[in-house]
């Protein structure tokens, strides 16, 4: 191999442009694109930590904002559900006064039905007991052959009824 066999020729001529190659990289890398990539991930870098101050910043807020929606809500539902008992308690008291004045229709036609039951029940047992005069007087007059006084007849029968 002739490139290893005259390496001492040319030895001294590779390290030179090996020192200018790597002179030129370093130059032009090292010097020129090495800085631009750090700036650019140096504004990257306080990009991010910029948006994660601003997320930071609007989660506080919305969680303050849902703290005072909740307060409010709860405020909101406490005095509707207050709403709710009052509206409660007047249907209940319009209901208590309405089956109060029903009852009392209701007492006043009960009272009267009894009163006209009562009254029905008197006419009957003065009809029975009437009826039943007449016919015991019939009975003694026709088997007996005695005339019975009307008063004494009734009695007699109302006696009977009541004591069986």
Known sequence: MP????????????????LVFFGITFFVVGRGMVPKVMDTVASRDKQIADDLKAAESARAQADQEEA?????????????QGLIADARAKAAAATAQRLAVAQAGIDATIAGAETR???????????????????????????????LDDAAVRGAVKENLVHG
């Open 3 to 18: 490139q290893i066999a005259q390496l001492g020729e040319f030895y001294s001529s590779q390290i030179f442009w090996l």
């Open 68 to 80: 005072s929606w909740r307060a409010r809500e709860n405020a909101n539902r406490a005095e509707a």
């Open 117 to 147: 039951i009562a009254d029905a029940r008197r006419a009957a047992a003065d009809e029975i007991e009437t009826v039943a005069a007449e016919v015991t007087r019939d009975i003694v007059s026709r088997i007996a052959g005695l005339s």
